[in-house]
């Protein structure tokens, strides 16, 4: 398997006007038999290679799944420097995919493995020396009970499970956050910037159905602000749920202006959150607009509330593609796909999904096309349609995001 590296040399800053790139296509990571995670660090790459797919064919339970991992190091052309063997190449690793991530200039190469007793699954993390592999001590950060999820199959856990690893460097501190997707439960850690635990709870949330997690965030004080969507049939309602070490966590339902929230992401702000998103207001299949509202991090008061309705030039674009309407009480773009968020410079927030729909007659497929961009910034908000090539989606019932990784 062939995975081809292309580097992007200017940033993308609007959407609102075409824009030029110089890209360079530096190579290709030849003769790679499993599936990996890479990162770019100085001089080079990192990445960690893992036997996840040969193994399990995802008809494994989870708490029998297990596979080993080797880190490599890359020069700049993709040229293969050095390699290490995790645990001496032996099946230990698992259920979940290792990752690597770049935190306060350092890199860390996030694993699970069980307990002694195999009564949880523990997320590590280690310090990567970019020369020469070397890991430092593997610190615990989190632990996940496998009582009420080790049991299930890999194929129904892995389409529906999210962990969230988000470093806030002006807090000195990083959030992680996990859910099965397949029931109300979550479970969170505060570290700070050498990987140490400030925090971990588990948490059931007693008034959620089903949990997929959306986006977390830490405020300087390390308390957790969570987005999720709370699947229940087939009405999906967006929540924002609120956990501090020593109290009792606060489950609340966003609303804005009577309308349903759908997406909802979380980011810091000065002693406030922002959360942005989208929403629903006729239709359970359909997304009608765009929203932002502050949080206040001291007594958690809502304020600054902004709705805007998606234009119906734009609607009729995602009409023209099949993935919207413009009718008067179905006016919307579809709104059965995974959106993902990033937080720009300057505080605004790009919001991104790939949209999807069934095409068929005889056979019903699920495909993915055009990518609808929202970029909430202050003042405002601009909508963009950008054109993709539709392809199907691989699994899940919602679409994998590819414009974001």
Same mark, same amino acid.
């Given at each position: 398997?062939?995975?081809?590296?292309?580097?992007?040399?200017?940033?993308?800053?609007?959407?609102?006007?075409?824009?030029?790139?110089?890209?360079? /296509?530096?190579?290709?990571?030849?003769?790679?038999?499993?599936?990996?995670?890479? +990162?770019?660090?100085?001089?080079?790459?990192?990445?960690?290679?893992?036997? =996840?797919?040969?193994?399990?064919?995802?008809?494994?339970?989870?708490?029998?799944?297990?596979?080993?991992?080797?880190?490599?190091?890359?020069?700049?052309?993709?040229?293969?420097?050095?390699?290490?063997? @995790?645990?001496?190449?032996?099946?230990?690793?698992?259920?979940?995919?290792?990752?690597?991530?770049?935190?306060?200039?350092?890199?860390? @190469?996030?694993?699970?493995?069980?307990?002694?007793?195999?009564?949880?699954?523990?997320?590590?993390?280690?310090? &990567?020396?970019?020369?020469?592999?070397?890991?430092?001590?593997?610190?615990?950060?989190?632990?996940?009970?496998?009582?009420?999820?080790?049991?299930?199959?890999?194929?129904?856990?892995?389409? *529906?499970?999210?962990?969230? =690893?988000?470093?806030?460097?002006?807090?000195?501190? $990083?959030?992680?956050? #996990?859910?099965?997707?397949?029931?109300?439960?979550?479970?969170?850690? &505060?570290?700070?910037?050498?990987?140490?635990?400030?925090?971990?709870? !588990?948490?059931?949330?007693?008034?959620? *159905?089903?949990?997929?997690?959306?986006?977390?965030?830490?405020?300087?004080?390390?308390?957790?602000? +969570?987005?999720?969507?709370?699947?229940?049939?087939? %009405?999906?309602?967006?929540?924002?749920? +609120?956990?501090?070490?020593?109290?009792? =966590?606060?489950?609340?339902?966003?609303?804005?202006?009577?309308?349903?929230? !759908?997406?909802?992401?979380?980011?810091?702000?000065?002693?406030?959150?922002?959360?942005?998103?989208?929403?629903?207001?006729?239709?359970?299949?359909?997304? $009608?607009?765009?929203?932002?509202?502050? +949080?206040?991090?001291?007594?958690?008061? &809502?304020?600054?509330?902004?709705?805007?309705?998606?234009?119906?030039?734009?609607?009729?674009?995602?009409?023209?593609?099949?993935?919207?309407?413009?009718?008067?009480? %179905?006016?919307?773009?579809?709104?059965?796909? /995974?959106?993902? !968020?990033?937080?720009?410079?300057?505080?605004?927030?790009?919001?991104?999904? /790939?949209?999807?729909?069934?095409?068929?007659?005889?056979?019903?497929?699920?495909?993915?096309?055009?990518? @609808? !961009?929202? #970029?909430?910034?202050?003042?405002?908000?601009?909508?963009?349609?950008?054109?993709?090539?539709?392809?199907?989606?691989?699994?899940?019932?919602?679409? $994998?995001?590819?414009?974001?990784?």
């Amino acid at each position: 398997m062939r995975l081809y590296i292309i580097v992007v040399l200017s940033c993308l800053c609007s959407l609102v006007r075409a824009q030029q790139f110089k890209v360079e /296509d530096i190579g290709s990571l030849k003769d790679n038999k499993n599936d990996f995670d890479i +990162i770019k660090v100085a001089n080079g790459f990192i990445a960690v290679e893992y036997s =996840a797919k040969k193994q399990m064919a995802f008809s494994f339970t989870l708490d029998k799944l297990r596979y080993t991992a080797k880190l490599i190091k890359y020069d700049e052309k993709l040229n293969i420097i050095k390699e290490v063997a @995790l645990s001496g190449g032996e099946r230990v690793f698992g259920p979940f995919i290792p990752f690597l991530k770049n935190i306060s200039n350092k890199i860390f @190469l996030f694993f699970h493995r069980p307990s002694d007793n195999e009564s949880e699954i523990v997320l590590y993390a280690s310090e &990567v020396d970019e020369s020469t592999l070397e890991q430092k001590t593997p610190k615990k950060i989190l632990a996940i009970n496998q009582k009420n999820i080790g049991v299930f199959k890999a194929s129904d856990l892995f389409s *529906n499970q999210k962990l969230i =690893a988000n470093n806030f460097p002006d807090y000195r501190k $990083t959030i992680l956050a #996990w859910s099965a997707g397949v029931n109300n439960e979550i479970y969170i850690s &505060v570290v700070d910037q050498n990987m140490d635990l400030l925090w971990s709870k !588990h948490e059931i949330v007693a008034a959620a *159905n089903e949990i997929k997690l959306s986006s977390a965030c830490v405020d300087k004080n390390g308390t957790a602000f +969570i987005s999720y969507i709370n699947k229940n049939k087939n %009405d999906k309602r967006g929540f924002l749920f +609120i956990a501090k070490q020593d109290a009792a =966590a606060i489950n609340m339902e966003l609303v804005i202006d009577g309308a349903t929230v !759908h997406h909802a992401f979380v980011s810091p702000g000065d002693n406030e959150m922002i959360i942005a998103g989208t929403y629903r207001e006729n239709s359970n299949e359909l997304l $009608t607009g765009a929203f932002s509202q502050h +949080i206040s991090t001291n007594n958690f008061a &809502v304020s600054n509330k902004f709705k805007y309705r998606f234009p119906e030039a734009l609607v009729e674009q995602f009409k023209n593609d099949s993935y919207g309407s413009n009718k008067n009480k %179905d006016f919307g773009i579809l709104a059965n796909s /995974d959106f993902e !968020h990033v937080i720009m410079e300057d505080a605004s927030v790009s919001i991104s999904g /790939d949209l999807n729909r069934f095409a068929g007659v005889k056979v019903s497929e699920r495909i993915t096309g055009s990518i @609808l !961009h929202i #970029w909430v910034k202050k003042g405002g908000v601009v909508f963009s349609r950008i054109p993709k090539s539709e392809v199907p989606v691989y699994n899940g019932n919602e679409s $994998t995001n590819l414009f974001y990784p």
